[in-house]
């Protein structure tokens, strides 16, 4: 079950970076200031259990290391960092339900005094699409208090199908562009690209 979630993360992650580009949702503490914030280190939050995969988390702490360093932050130890950063990934089953009228008029007859004529037909057709919503969030907080400062996300959905088909090199690829998406966005009234 583990690695079906991996594989879905990825492919969700894969079929949001096929787009020109990603939906990036952000919030953050208008009061704090981002200035000069240019150690950092990666950290886990106690609070949150999640799956161990290694596979994912090597990929989007590589992702996030590269993209900093872009951004010019340094990678400290938690005692001296300006700056703590945490991410997650997570994948959460949903169901799509469409509904949709149909009109025929080849069948069926209005009935009328003495005479039959064609009249149109209407049904009612629901369709339910079971599919996989896989999200990564990357937390920027403040050593100092202890809390959340910045927040950066971006979701899609995902089918098994298309999570199988993808290879490492692409997966890695995916995970690379998502995490520079969200960063993109980092900081505060960072213009995107």
Known sequence: ???????????????????????????????????????????????????????????IENALQKQLALKGFTQVDKASADIWISYFATTEKQQDIRTYQRYNSFYGYARCYRCYYPAPVASTEVQVVDYTEASLIIDFIDPASNTLKWRGSTSSKVTTASAD??????????????????????????PSP
């Open 165 to 190: 088909s993808m290879t490492v090199a692409e997966r890695t690829e995916k995970i690379d562009r998502a995490v520079s998406a969200i960063l993109q966005q980092y900081p505060p009234g960072n």
């Open 1 to 59: 079950m583990p690695m079906l979630k991996l594989t879905l993360l990825i492919a969700a992650l894969a079929l949001s970076a096929c787009s020109t580009s990603f939906r990036v949702s952000t919030d953050y503490d208008e009061q704090f200031s981002f200035n000069n914030k240019t150690s950092y280190a990666l950290i886990t939050p106690e609070a949150i259990q999640t799956t161990r995969n290694d596979l994912l988390k090597g990929r």
